[in-house]
Nanobody, 125 residues
Framework: VQLQASGGGLVQAGGSLRLSCVASGLTLEHYNVAWFRQVPGKEREGVACASSNDGSTFYADSVKGRFTISRDDAKNTMYLRMNNLKYEDTAAYYC???????????????????WGQGTQVTVSS
């Protein structure tokens, strides 16, 4: 299984980015997916997740109303749309897949089995 994340970059506060994560080696629609972020010296934080069983989504309070997680099963790709970006959103962003099926998604990083390589998002104030 491989996950290839892309879409990060440098953006001004208030701007938008869309991160993509292409999966290979498995069929994405069967699994819970999530986006995490991490800054040096801090634990990986669950930003958003999407459940495969019922389509439910969950977001960290800090990004609710600004970020949207989605997937395109035909392209085996997951996305994170980020609007109204803030300086504190600066981090390396990682996509993850949970091998456990039939349950709602989790925003805990230890639940996830497969990871993308990370894409850096830098928001200038």
């Amino acid at each position: 299984v491989q996950l290839q994340a892309s879409g990060g970059g440098l953006v001004q506060a208030g701007g938008s980015l869309r991160l993509s994560c292409v999966a290979s080696g498995l069929t994405l629609e069967h699994y819970n997916v999530a986006w995490f972020r991490q800054v040096p010296g801090k634990e990986r934080e669950g930003v958003a997740c999407a459940s495969s069983n019922d389509g439910s989504t969950f977001y960290a309070d800090s990004v609710k109303g600004r970020f949207t997680i989605s997937r395109d099963d035909a392209k085996n790709t997951m996305y994170l749309r980020m609007n109204n970006l803030k300086y504190e959103d600066t981090a390396a962003y990682y996509c993850g897949i949970d091998n456990l099926v039939g349950v709602r998604c989790s925003r805990s990083y230890y639940e996830y089995d497969y990871w993308g390589q990370g894409t850096q998002v830098t928001v200038s104030s």
